[in-house]
């Protein structure tokens, strides 16, 4: 004989419990099964001559629920493992061996430099995709590490010229005694690969870590800490998003220092420049002298405008292009001119100097980065947002003392107090007290959940009324808080489809837009300068053609603007799945957005989804008697069933408040009833069978009975002595808000279809009451993925909206699935939005906010392809000819321009946030 604890995943309730024992105690040598949903294991005893640990496994798997093999089986004791509510992001192992790491990168000025690294990651032999999102300077790359080492992505990027940001991680130390324990630690981290630095402090308890994301995982971190003898437990990774923060600070600090001095400096240059070219006699002579505007023209280029010059040349330097090299092009040669015609002779033609076009064009462009760092920072608002809901100390105790200290301190098993009116910590478990909890930051329910002994409690969340203690069950970054800010990180890194269309047009704009600036000046130069006349008609005196035609060059490469096309679609998804954090609606990626927009038919599992997931009495009907002698008789039957209908028959007595005595006898007759001897009367509760087979005649009730079943209700007979007394129904009733959910559905255009195990009476009653139009019934939960197979191949866009592990095919065949908050891990993890607040009225919201955040980014990346469509030729003189005057666009108004269209596009999407969905 052995004994073992299987880890299982998926079980709710007592009926789960039930389900479990029995499927394992259904295997031909299993002697003994006992379950215990809380803890989310099976205790079984089995003889290993007649079977073996994967036949049990077998069967619990058929009965609907998982198996979690911990090194197969651990013999007992087993240590309770923790579950996890939402899917890790950072680091994660995809099917087929392939895994998936996300890189923070620096130096990225462009959409054009994200295309390079992208490109250049892509070449790389075992990289499978890599996707570069230039508005949260990110990478993300799905690699087999069989062919390739992560630390190649470093050395591929810094090869271009860009950087990868090393990252901080802090954990919690338990089990240190002395000052040596430390040192023990510090050592064993030097030497694991990938740190590259460690320092442990005893009296904090706590290690802060600098090390490669690409050569050493925070579990294998953790492992080297407890391979010598101690425990780590990792704190809210808030370092990496505090450094980002610093990091847009100190950027709009740098550039809001480089427009001050290029603002400063070229308003006298602009004016002594202008003043002598113009003869404003209002300006004093010593501006108009050329060495001082030289000296100050030098002043710009060397400070503010020296950030163009060193990013076109790392570019060059590694063959690539960005928007550095348009600026750098356009104001080095508007300074270089004006050098030539202060320090050499080159004759009349060449006396005009044009430094106020380089320091105007500098002093744009630093204006429109110093916004478009300002805006960007906005649009990742919603990151910050969840982290500020966040607890900041936590009330612990210790040897029956309470000791508030760092939140980022407590650890698993630590017994945590919360008075009313405090936050609640970390996850937990309540232990000791009775309060109502306000969980309306995570699910948006307004009114306060009762919590008791037993009850689960959510960091984050708001204690109202009384103290409690509870154990803490998830910190740090385990919580379901910090889950949900990884899953909305990971979902702004990710790119739509429709993006593809604007990095394909970033990556070659650079290269399109200088041979339009060489073929404009060859134009003007070789043809317009004299077929237009232009000295005669625009009044240039003595000025050159090759002048003319380098200023008109200038303006092409100045007012030229890719960022606009790189931020049209990154910012909005950032903006729609940060707005969607905020109403309870997490979307993993911009292609969920976009493929949610199409879709036509929307299908809901049954059970745990339109439906509460569990029995609840609906109707008691008395023949003989009174209704409340009727649920009595049945109670006291049911009292010692563990049958969920019993439960819930038990259930509706209390909440009546009728009081249920223990029956003198007790015997189950499977797949029929109950008998109990009460009060000296044999009662029986059961199935029309159990009623005919102790000689009682049911024909007078069969039409009531129907009725019942009809609508989808389960109905049992209750007898007294022989003689049928009442009846009792039960169903699994319907949510507050499904009908409103479909109605609203309908509203929108979409078919609405449910899919369910139950009977086609039993479906057909629950769709009639919610209205639905499609009804899949009697599917086995293996058959549901290939029913929205059969869907998908009628040409329709199929979204699947469910809660259980049976629902995870079916969710991951879909076109997009859609799971319930209060659903499993697995269903969660295999859909691509997750409905928080499990109130299936989200799901129009969902779909609201995918038509909104695509019609964003169609907008704006019409607008940035029209400002280039339309601005290019105009600064290339197009209207030259047309207009009289004519007219010409000054460089420096389209160094304005360029920064304005930037700023615009994300503004645009910025005016989401305005929308309620």
């Known amino acids: 004989m052995e004994d073992v604890l299987i880890k299982i995943k998926g079980m709710m309730c007592g009926h789960c419990e039930k389900t479990v024992s029995e499927a394992a105690k259904s295997v031909k040598g299993v002697t003994k099964a006992s379950s215990d949903y809380k803890k989310g294991q099976v205790l079984v005893s089995y003889d290993t001559s007649i079977t073996d640990l994967e036949a049990i496994k077998k069967a619990i798997i058929a009965s609907g629920y998982e198996v979690i093999d911990e090194e197969e089986a651990c013999p007992v004791p087993v240590k309770q493992a923790q579950a996890v509510t939402l899917p890790p992001v950072k680091n994660e192992v995809k099917s087929g061996g392939i895994q998936k790491i996300t890189l923070k990168l620096t130096g990225m000025t462009c959409a054009s430099c994200a295309q390079n690294i992208e490109k250049v990651l892509n070449k790389i032999d075992g990289v499978k995709k890599a996707t570069v999102n230039f508005s949260v300077e990110k990478a993300t790359i799905e690699y087999d590490p069989g062919k390739v080492n992560p630390a190649a992505f470093e050395t591929a990027i810094k090869g271009i010229g860009y950087g990868v940001a090393k990252q901080e991680i802090t954990l919690k130390i338990g089990g240190m005694h002395c000052a040596s324990c430390a040192l023990n630690i510090e050592t064993a981290l030097k030497k694991t690969n990938g740190i590259t630095s460690a320092d442990v402090s005893f009296p904090l308890e706590q290690a802060k870590i600098n090390y490669d994301p690409e050569l050493v995982s925070i579990p294998e971190i953790k492992k080297a800490i407890e391979n010598v003898g101690y425990t780590a437990s990792e704190k809210i990774d808030k370092t990496e998003a505090d450094r980002e923060q610093r990091a847009r600070e100190s950027e709009i600090k740098r550039q809001k220092i480089n427009f001050i001095i290029a603002l400063v400096l070229a308003i006298p240059i602009s004016l002594g420049d202008m003043g002598r070219n113009l003869g404003w006699g209002f300006v004093p002579d010593i501006l108009k002298n050329d060495y001082l505007l030289f000296i100050l023209a030098t002043i710009v280029m060397l400070f503010p405008g020296r950030q163009f010059f060193e990013g076109t040349y790392r570019g060059l330097k590694h063959g690539v292009t960005d928007m550095n090299l348009l600026i750098a092009t356009g104001t080095g040669a508007a300074y270089i001119i004006s050098v030539a015609a202060t320090f050499l002779d080159l004759g009349e033609a060449y006396k005009h100097t044009y430094y106020d076009t380089a320091a105007l064009l500098i002093m744009f462009i630093v204006l429109g980065r110093y916004l478009e760092a300002l ?543």
């Open 375 to 917: 805006t960007k920072g906005k649009t990742s608002e919603a990151i910050r947002k969840l982290m500020g809901l966040r607890a900041k100390t936590a009330r612990i105790s210790v040897n029956g003392e309470e000791k508030e200290i760092p939140v980022e301190n407590v650890m698993v098993n630590d017994v945590v107090i919360v008075r009313p009116g405090e936050k609640i910590p970390v996850d937990g478990r309540v232990i000791e007290g009775l309060t109502a909890i306000d969980e309306s930051m995570l699910t948006g329910e307004s009114i306060p959940v009762e919590k008791t002994v037993g009850s689960e409690v959510i960091g984050a969340t708001m204690n109202k009324t009384g103290m409690i203690k509870f154990t803490a069950t998830k910190v740090g970054a385990d919580t379901a808080l910090a889950q949900i800010i990884r899953l909305v990180e990971n979902a702004q890194t990710q790119k739509a489809p429709i993006q593809k269309l604007a990095d394909i047009v970033a990556g070659h704009f650079i290269l399109a837009v200088h041979v339009l600036a060489l073929l404009t000046f060859f134009f003007w130069f070789f043809i317009g300068f004299e077929y237009f006349n232009v000295p005669a008609t625009f009044g240039m005196g003595m000025t050159s053609p090759f002048l003319f035609s380098l200023l008109i060059s200038i303006t092409v490469l100045i007012i030229s603007c890719p960022c606009a096309v790189g931020l049209a679609t990154p910012t909005a998804i950032m903006v729609g799945t940060g707005k969607g954090a905020e109403n309870g609606i997490l979307i993993k990626g911009g292609e969920a957005l976009e493929r949610a927009q199409k879709l036509d038919t929307i299908v809901f599992d049954k059970t745990g989804t339109l439906t509460k997931g569990e029995p609840s009495l609906t109707d008691v009907i008395a023949i003989k008697g009174t209704e409340a002698e009727i649920l009595k008789l049945a109670a006291i039957a049911e009292k010692g069933s563990e049958h969920p209908l019993g439960e819930a028959i038990l259930k509706g007595a209390k909440e009546r408040g009728i009081e249920i005595p223990d029956a003198e006898s007790f015997k189950a007759i499977p797949g029929r009833g109950i008998e109990v001897k009460s009060g000296g009367k044999r009662v029986l509760v059961g199935t029309r069978k159990l009623m005919t087979e102790n000689n009682m005649d049911i024909a007078p009730l069969n039409s009531r009975m129907e009725e019942l079943e009809t609508q989808g209700k389960t109905a049992m007979l209750v007898s007294s002595d022989n003689e049928i007394v009442g009846m009792i129904a039960v169903a699994d009733t319907l949510k507050e808000h499904s009908k409103e959910a479909v109605s609203e559905l309908h509203k929108m255009g979409f078919t609405v279809a449910m899919i369910t195990g139950d009977n086609r009476r039993t479906a057909d009653a629950i769709a009639k009451q919610v209205g639905i139009d499609i009804v899949l019934s009697e599917v086995l939960p293996e058959e549901k993925a290939s029913q929205i197979k059969k869907l998908q191949a009628e040409g329709k866009k199929v979204a699947m909206v469910g809660d259980g592990i049976n629902d995870a095919p079916a969710l991951m065949q879909s076109d997009v699935g859609i799971a319930i908050g209060s659903g499993t891990d697995v269903a969660i993890e295999s859909a691509q939005i997750v409905l928080i607040k499990s109130d299936v009225r989200d799901v129009a919201k969902a779909i609201r906010l995918s038509k909104l955040t695509l019609k964003k980014i169609k907008q704006n990346l019409f607008w940035a392809f029209f400002y280039n469509i339309v601005g290019i030729p105009i600064a290339a003189g197009i209207l030259y000819p047309f207009t009289n005057p004519p007219f010409l666009l000054n460089p420096a108004l389209a160094a304005a321009a360029m920064a304005t269209s930037s700023v615009s596009v994300t503004m645009n999407t910025l005016l989401m946030k305005r929308i309620k969905l």
